[in-house]
């Protein structure tokens, strides 16, 4: 086949926020990506979307589907700018459509679906003005995150509150640096898990990953914050999660944990793949974060191929099931 592959270029710009591009692709993922669909026997056209000649490309160069990873502009609903494109010049793609990729990018309107489908996610408020009444169902601790962002983008440990007085300084904060409301949502002690969803005829539920934080605590860091992910596994900042993949989990939980990713990748109508973040409180009741319709695939340092791995995949199994899923289901074959 020939396989076009779009994507967003992580690049470096000290005039933007640290954080700035951290959701966007490196150039190892991306040649790691383009080797991989190469060892299969597809030709691949790599396909910056910032270039001017993106569009021109995608219309004249008669591409069988396009491999997505592109995390979009500045948007509000900036990961289905791409789909949206592909979708008005009929091009098949991979991975999820306009629709779930804009629901997916709004936390706020993810765990209101998650509510109606009685899927267990931590109770939040939205904040649009940061002046607005706390709820007084809610519970401290709670964690203040930009409500349209990924990659844990301006979230840090400072993000967690313990008072009124925090929660609106933080609130106020994330509103003038993001442009955007805030989410403040109660802080669920326990287990950070994640789960990876592929879907290629048949349903694959991967082996679920733990972060197990407990080895961080030079850093004071107890959870998935901006610097964890971003600077993973640097021993001086103390940033060193342990991974235990499958995890340490009884079989019965497990199977719990599993069955709440599933119907979350269901409830927001996710294709292909999804990578669901998850919460096993100390009570046992798994939580459910966010969901990423685009999770990273970086092959060394990203979560989703290390689930992969933990089945049994490859790297190459990885982007050819992810591949053969999006192309047989758009021509009705799934």
């Given at each position: 086949?020939?396989?076009?592959?779009?994507?967003?270029?992580?690049?470096?710009?000290?005039?933007?926020?640290?954080?700035?591009?951290?959701?966007?692709?490196?150039?190892?993922?991306?040649?790691?990506?383009?080797?991989?669909?190469?060892?299969?026997?597809?030709?691949?056209?790599?396909?910056?979307?910032?270039?001017?000649?993106?569009?021109?490309?995608?219309?004249?160069?008669?591409?069988?589907?396009?491999?997505?990873?592109?995390?979009?502009?500045?948007?509000?609903?900036?990961?289905?700018?791409?789909?949206?494109?592909?979708?008005?010049?009929?091009?098949?793609?991979?991975?999820?459509?306009?629709?779930?990729?804009?629901?997916?990018?709004?936390?706020?309107?993810?765990?209101?679906?998650?509510?109606?489908?009685?899927?267990?996610?931590?109770?939040?408020?939205?904040?649009?003005?940061?002046?607005?009444?706390?709820?007084?169902?809610?519970?401290?601790?709670?964690?203040?995150?930009?409500?349209?962002?990924?990659?844990?983008?301006?979230?840090?440990?400072?993000?967690?509150?313990?008072?009124?007085?925090?929660?609106?300084?933080?609130?106020?904060?994330?509103?003038?640096?993001?442009?955007?409301?805030?989410?403040a949502e109660e802080f669920i002690e326990g287990k950070e898990l994640t789960v990876g969803i592929l879907e290629n005829a048949k349903t694959i539920i991967l082996p679920v990953l733990e972060i197990d934080f407990s080895?961080?605590?030079?850093?004071?860091?107890?959870?998935?914050?901006?610097?964890?992910?971003?600077?993973?596994?640097?021993?001086?900042?103390?940033?060193?999660?342990?991974?235990?993949?499958?995890?340490?989990?009884?079989?019965?939980?497990?199977?719990?944990?599993?069955?709440?990713?599933?119907?979350?990748?269901?409830?927001?109508?996710?294709?292909?793949?999804?990578?669901?973040?998850?919460?096993?409180?100390?009570?046992?009741?798994?939580?459910?974060?966010?969901?990423?319709?685009?999770?990273?695939?970086?092959?060394?340092?990203s979560n989703f191929p290390l689930m992969a791995y933990s089945a049994g995949m490859k790297y190459e199994d990885l982007i050819e099931i992810i591949l053969l899923s999006g192309y047989n289901r758009q021509r009705g074959v799934n």
């Amino acid at each position: 086949m020939k396989v076009a592959l779009t994507y967003s270029p992580k690049k470096i710009d000290d005039t933007k926020a640290p954080d700035y591009f951290s959701e966007c692709d490196s150039p190892e993922t991306v040649s790691a990506i383009i080797a991989a669909l190469e060892a299969r026997g597809h030709s691949v056209l790599p396909l910056e979307i910032e270039s001017l000649s993106f569009l021109s490309s995608l219309r004249s160069s008669k591409i069988d589907i396009v491999f997505n990873i592109a995390e979009g502009g500045t948007s509000r609903f900036r990961e289905s700018e791409v789909p949206a494109v592909l979708d008005s010049l009929n091009i098949p793609y991979t991975g999820s459509n306009t629709f779930s990729l804009a629901v997916a990018m709004n936390k706020a309107l993810t765990k209101k679906i998650l509510i109606s489908q009685h899927i267990p996610t931590a109770p939040f408020q939205i904040f649009i003005k940061g002046d607005e009444d706390l709820n007084p169902g809610l519970k401290f601790p709670l964690i203040i995150k930009p409500n349209r962002e990924g990659s844990a983008k301006g979230i840090a440990l400072s993000n967690v509150v313990y008072t009124k007085e925090s929660l609106y300084a933080k609130v106020n904060q994330v509103i003038w640096e993001y442009r955007q409301e805030a989410l403040a949502e109660e802080f669920i002690e326990g287990k950070e898990l994640t789960v990876g969803i592929l879907e290629n005829a048949k349903t694959i539920i991967l082996p679920v990953l733990e972060i197990d934080f407990s080895s961080c605590a030079k850093s004071g860091e107890y959870f998935y914050s901006w610097r964890m992910k971003e600077y993973q596994g640097d021993r001086e900042l103390g940033l060193t999660p342990a991974f235990h993949c499958p995890a340490r989990l009884d079989k019965h939980i497990e199977g719990q944990v599993k069955e709440v990713a599933l119907r979350t990748h269901h409830a927001v109508g996710c294709f292909d793949i999804s990578r669901i973040d998850i919460r096993l409180s100390r009570e046992n009741i798994p939580y459910v974060l966010e969901i990423n319709p685009l999770p990273g695939l970086d092959p060394h340092a990203s979560n989703f191929p290390l689930m992969a791995y933990s089945a049994g995949m490859k790297y190459e199994d990885l982007i050819e099931i992810i591949l053969l899923s999006g192309y047989n289901r758009q021509r009705g074959v799934n």
